[in-house]
Structure formats: C-alpha cells, structure tokens
C-alpha cells in the first residue's frame, strides 16, 4: 500500500508495506502522543556519511528518527518520508519511524577498528530531540557512547529535552568538541503557533540557550529559516536577534527559507490558507529552484550580521558549532529488508 502525499484525513494506522510485516508499530492514546503511529525498527547502521556533494561543513550523522513531531510546515526533511512509501505531509509529522537500537549500534561502530574518530552531526535532518525522544530516551545512550569514546560531536535541536540531558552533555564537553546550536528562526508567537505547531516556544528555547551557557556549553543559534515577506522585516530581525543575543547566544547565523519538493507543496498550500495574498510573491521568489534568490540571502545575512554586531554577537565561526549552512538533504538510506527487521 502506498500512502498518498499531502493527505488531509487522520493518519493511516497500517504499516507501510516498504517496512514488511516485521515491524512494531505503536499508539499511544496519551495527550501528548494523540494521533501519532511510532514504527519501532532496529537499523543495520546508525553513523551514516554525509552525501559527497554536500556543502556541509561535517561528514558523519547519526539519525536515530525519522519523520518529527515538531510539524514545522517548511520542513525540507519531508522529502525524505518518500523514501520510505510513506506520505510527506501529515504523514511526516505522525509516522515516526524509531530506531531503537541507535544506541547499542553507535557503541559497536565507534568501537571498530575502521572509525577514525570523526565529528559527528545530529538534528541535521531530523531533530533528535523531538517529542518521541521523551519516551524513547535514545540520546542518553548515544551521548554516553560519544562521551565514553570522546567523540567529537554537534547536535541541533528545537527541542527543550535536550535539557534532561545537561549532564550528559557537561560531561562529555569536558573530554571532546561538544557544539550545540538551537533553531529559532523567529520570535513572533503568532507565526510560531501556525508553521511550528509541535515545537517548544521560540522563549523556551531561547531559555535552553541559556541554560547551556550557564554550564559552560557555549551555544550558538541558527536562526532558520528566515520567511520571506513574513518574519523578515527590519523590526522583526532586530526583535529576534536582540531575543538571541539576550540569551547569550555566542553566533547567529541567518538562513532563508528553501522549498525542496516534499516542503514546497505543503509550504505553498499553508501559505495559501494563511496568507493567499502572498502565493503570487512565492511563486516568483522560488520560480527556478528550491532556494531564495541570492541577493534575498545576501541581504537577510547582512542584515542579520549588523545586528548580531551591534548587540555583540558574531557570525558562526568556520566548524565553530558547525551549524549547518543548510540543511543536509539526507539520502534514502537503506531500509532494513523483513530479514533485517526484528520485532521487538
Ligand atoms: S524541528 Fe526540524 S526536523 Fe522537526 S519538523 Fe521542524 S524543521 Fe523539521
């Protein structure tokens, strides 16, 4: 069975036939996970190389979810749902594919002989600290593993869970290169409760800005994605970078919205519920590709580079936090045949 994309109805409970019959897959009638399926699955791998042609500043990534309950409507990830025969647009934001052995797996790959001890990104393609994480309880495992085997590490996240993990955290920036950037691309409550439905308030995250910093862990803001014609204004760009550098962030760094195919089709219709006069805008802005014209993203980021001065801040030093300059498109990764697939 194949779910159709951009469904509008309650979500499909019966497990997509790319995953087989050996699968588990979850409901929870709790408030917090109404609504939402998880498909419990042990991976084969769980460090997985960044695509050679990306221009991201790492090469490893660990991806212990797929899909996220966080819902931003922009999300360029949804694309990847596709991969698994399951829907990108409802389906993205309650079909969470988990990989409960991420743990254990990371433990024995970081263990082998052929791992060089590279950095290692999360959050690059899904946030890891989703709501999901909150039951699952895998970044724990895989913290204490990176700690354990001092691993260079980055994780972005618009989750405030990531604050159960402080400790961890602490301890593991004592023994390697820890960076961690929050996402707060704006401040405006309205905006927020409309294209971010299942994410912590842009405050609440600012808050865990803060209480990084007052650890010790020095953490940067990515301030994505910067919406054209709706949270783009001078005053709004001041507003959210003043916010940022209130928290103590130690870098900005600004990054426009891009509509890969998968976001750009629920982006556009979200747009034409909420804002129908600005559809016209948006077609001309994204006419000939995903990204927003250059001199749009030149623009925002000297914009953005002005105020982070003024209000003391810098740019994201090269490798820094290695905030992602974009997102990383992540590649089909290799699904787990019945064979691979225990049912836990
Ligand atoms: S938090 Fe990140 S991964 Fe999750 S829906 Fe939002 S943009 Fe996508």
């Avoid at 700690?147 to 972005?156: G, K, M, Q, T």
Wanted: with cysteine; charged share 20%.
């Amino acid at each position: 069975m194949r779910w159709n994309n951009l469904s509008e109805g309650p979500a499909a409970s019966a497990t997509p036939a790319l995953f087989g019959t050996d699968v588990v897959t979850r409901t929870f009638d709790t408030p917090e996970f109404r609504g939402i399926t998880f498909h419990e699955v042990r991976a084969r791998s769980i460090v997985n190389r960044v695509p050679g042609a990306s221009r991201m500043p790492f090469e490893w990534t660990i991806n212990p979810y797929r899909g996220c309950t966080h819902a931003c409507v922009y999300c360029f990830a949804r694309k990847t749902h596709s991969y698994l025969d399951l829907d990108t647009g409802i389906g993205f934001d309650t079909q969470i594919v988990v990989k409960v052995n991420a743990p254990d797996l990371l433990r024995r790959e970081l263990a082998s002989r052929r791992w060089q001890g590279d950095h290692i990104a999360m959050g690059t393609n899904v946030d890891c600290y989703q709501r999901a994480e909150g039951r699952y309880r895998l970044m724990p495992g895989i913290i204490g593993a990176l700690r354990d085997y001092a691993n260079p590490f980055s994780i972005l996240t618009k989750g405030t869970l990531i604050l159960r993990d402080l400790e961890l955290l602490r301890q593991a920036a004592a023994v390697t290169d820890v960076g961690i950037s929050v996402s707060v691309g704006f401040v405006d409550p309205t905006m927020w409760r409309t294209i971010e439905p299942g994410t912590p308030a842009p405050e609440r995250r600012l808050d865990v800005v803060r209480q990084l910093t007052a650890v010790g862990i020095p953490c940067g803001v990515l301030m994505a994605p910067v919406i054209p014609y709706l949270t783009d204004s001078p005053a709004q760009l001041r507003e959210t970078v003043r916010a940022i550098a209130a928290a103590g962030a130690n870098s900005v760094t600004p990054l426009a919205l891009h509509l890969r195919p998968g976001a750009r089709e629920w982006f556009m219709r979200w747009l034409a519920t909420h804002h129908p006069r600005l559809v016209r805008n948006y077609e001309v802005m994204y006419a000939t590709g995903a990204y927003a014209p250059k001199w749009y993203q030149r623009r925002i980021t000297g914009q953005v580079h002005e105020l982070a001065a003024e209000y003391g801040m810098g740019p994201a030093r090269p490798g820094a936090h290695r905030a992602p300059r974009e997102p990383v498109p992540a590649e089909p990764e290799p699904v787990p045949g019945p064979t691979q697939l225990t049912i836990l």
